[in-house]
């Protein structure tokens, strides 16, 4: 058999353009194809930005931590005047919203 006659076949190049053709159609559409990896890709970049925010919060959270427990009077009194107290002869004002 004669190399040239192999690359002259229309038969041969039909059939490798048809199964190129099938082999994209099946990355496209299968399941784990390229429109899923694509969905996954967004997803992960969801999940770090995600991430980054709670990693944020985290290291917000540990420094209150650290303040606690070294005892901070500025933090302490704010967390106080969150949960409503007051210093002695001070008087506390609460507005409520009106319902229509």
Do not use: C, H
């Not at 209150?64 to 005047?81: H, Q, T």
Request: charged letters at 30%; proline letters at 3%.
């Amino acid at each position: 058999m004669n190399a040239g006659w192999l690359l002259k076949s229309s038969t041969l190049w039909w059939a490798l353009g048809l199964s190129g053709v099938s082999s994209l159609a099946i990355l496209f559409v299968s399941p784990d194809g390229i429109m899923n990896l694509r969905k996954r890709e967004a997803e992960l970049v969801a999940f770090r930005q995600d991430l980054g925010v709670k990693a944020q919060r985290n290291l917000e959270l540990t420094e209150e931590v650290k303040r606690l427990a070294a005892k901070d009077p500025e933090l302490l009194e704010a967390l106080a005047r969150r949960q409503g107290f007051a210093k002695p002869g001070e008087t506390i004002y609460t507005f409520r919203e009106r319902k229509n």
